[in-house]
């Protein structure tokens, strides 16, 4: 086959202008490299990966013989557009476009209607992800930072606890059934068990006393 033959049909299709250039479309490329290829080249399509996430796929051009003229390289992200249901036949259409636009089907540009929306399609989805994660982090890091520790809610229970304790003992079974609790408020403030021993030293006071 004669590549000048393609070059030269391509020159006669129609063109799209986008901004002023000339771009062609994956279609209308595939339909010069059908009619003057023929049989003679064929164009293939693999998918390198596919995770649920994002699809990478490779399209190769080969002769006759097997023998590799031209590939193309194409990803698509999951999730918004059309790659919600068909990210996969998206991708395809944009490595087809790459390979052939490599073997120098590309109208006089590298780029494809397609792969020009594609890209940009890319790009505001990337910014609205990243837009996403940092909101979301900004978020977490408000409210970690608004969070009372678990610790003062752990000695404002204690301290409840132990105020309505009507027995010596009662106290007593309130230190050993929040003794986990404790340990985790003196590793956080030394000042709040001091403020609980105090206070369970007060209130049995209180209770020998008949208060």
Sequence with gaps: MDIKNLHAAME????????????????????AFRKFAGTDWSITSEILEDNGKRVLMRATITDRNGFVVSDGLAEEIRGHGVNKTSAIENCETSAWGRALANLGLHGGKMASVEEITIAKNKDKQIDAEAEAAEKAHDEAVREEQNREPIEIKYKEDILTALQNCKEVWQCDNV?????????????????????????????????????
């Design 175 to 211: 230190v050993k059934e929040n003794f986990d609790k404790f340990k985790l408020i003196k590793k956080h403030s030394q000042e709040m068990a001091e403020e609980l021993q105090a206070f369970y030293n007060v209130r049995t006071a209180q209770i020998k006393e008949g208060k």
């Design 12 to 31: 006669h299709m129609n063109k799209m202008g986008i901004h002023g250039k000339d771009y062609t479309m994956v279609a209308q490329r595939v339909e």
